[in-house]
């Protein structure tokens, strides 16, 4: 096709934005991936796959997500302490409990890429309803 030619983002030209997402009473897997389709840039008409085109996603009330079906006995957070014999597993729902925003990070980092990239430094995650980036004043998302 002569005359044709693909469109690259350029990583100065891109301009972000900030989303607020309310995660109470949603199911965390539906929810994380449409967060990583957003952080990843993936909802523009710009994206370029080696551009960093994503917007900046603060989800507030992560500690009221819904985990469906038998996710919260049967799926876990597994890591080592580094000392023999110190491998860990805690079940999601005590997770859930205990450290909410780092459950749905670890859920959404999940399903990133493992590239140079790494957009999971544009998700800001807090338990409760407030969050400290009013001044960036965040359009409200309805996932």
């Given at each position: 096709?002569?005359?044709?030619?693909?469109?690259?983002a350029r990583p100065e030209k891109?301009?972000?934005q900030w989303f607020v997402v309310?995660?109470?009473?949603?199911?965390?897997?539906?929810?994380?991936?449409?967060?990583?389709?957003?952080?990843?840039?993936?909802?523009?008409?710009?994206?370029?796959?080696?551009?960093?085109?994503?917007?900046?996603?603060?989800?507030?009330?992560?500690?009221?997500?819904?985990?469906?079906?038998?996710?919260?006995?049967?799926?876990?957070?597994?890591?080592?302490?580094?000392?023999?014999?110190?491998?860990?597993?805690?079940?999601?729902?005590?997770?859930?409990?205990?450290?909410?925003?780092?459950?749905?990070?670890?859920?959404?980092?999940?399903?990133?890429?493992?590239?140079?990239?790494?957009?999971?430094?544009?998700?800001?995650?807090?338990?409760?309803?407030?969050?400290?980036?009013?001044?960036?004043?965040?359009?409200?998302?309805?996932?």
């Amino acid at each position: 096709m002569a005359g044709s030619s693909s469109y690259l983002a350029r990583p100065e030209k891109v301009e972000r934005q900030w989303f607020v997402v309310d995660a109470a009473g949603k199911p965390i897997g539906r929810l994380a991936a449409r967060i990583a389709r957003i952080l990843t840039g993936k909802h523009r008409p710009t994206y370029t796959p080696h551009v960093d085109t994503g917007d900046f996603v603060i989800v507030v009330n992560a500690e009221k997500v819904r985990l469906t079906g038998k996710k919260g006995a049967q799926s876990h957070y597994h890591y080592h302490t580094g000392h023999s014999g110190g491998y860990r597993s805690i079940p999601w729902d005590v997770m859930l409990q205990k450290k909410p925003a780092f459950l749905f990070e670890h859920v959404v980092r999940g399903m990133l890429p493992k590239t140079r990239l790494k957009y999971d430094r544009k998700l800001k995650v807090y338990a409760g309803p407030g969050h400290p980036h009013s001044a960036q004043s965040p359009a409200a998302l309805e996932l």
